[in-house]
């Protein structure tokens, strides 16, 4: 069992930028492969970036080139540094770790995962 705590969330201008935190109760990296979503209401939610056991990372098309995780290995800490923010970034961010099936290559899948945060909101004003 994993737990995991988003933090870092909060209102920002449109080119602003933010950066979520995610804290994990165990060590993940090279253990359990991780990823950001995000979800509005009445949307499915949405993957935005993965990393995987081996440190390849992954993004949606939607924030390629303005976000980036990475991992804080000795702080258990999952990153997502948000750059350039429009307001259709504007959502609730959550941290998921865990494949359910470690042979999949969609990582960007919100079902694939198994343990999942309580989220952080981000809200970006024009």
């Known amino acids: 069992q994993v737990q995991l705590v988003e933090s870092g969330g909060g209102s920002v201008q449109s080119g602003g930028s933010l950066r979520l935190s995610c804290a994990a109760s165990t060590y993940t990296a090279g253990r359990y492969s991780m990823a950001w979503f995000r979800q509005v209401p009445g949307k499915e939610r949405e993957g935005i970036a993965a990393?995987?056991?081996?440190?390849?990372?992954t993004y949606a098309d939607s924030v390629k080139g303005r976000f980036t995780i990475s991992q804080v290995l000795a702080e258990y800490t999952l990153l997502l540094q948000m750059k350039n923010l429009k307001p259709d970034d504007t959502a609730m961010y959550y941290c998921?770790?865990?494949?359910?099936?470690?042979?999949?290559?969609?990582?960007?899948?919100?079902?694939?995962?198994?343990?999942w945060g309580q989220g952080t909101q981000v809200t970006v004003s024009s």
């Open positions: 998921a770790a865990g494949l359910k099936d470690r042979n999949t290559d969609n990582y960007l899948g919100a079902g694939e995962y198994k343990y």
């Open positions: 990393i995987t056991r081996n440190g390849a990372t």
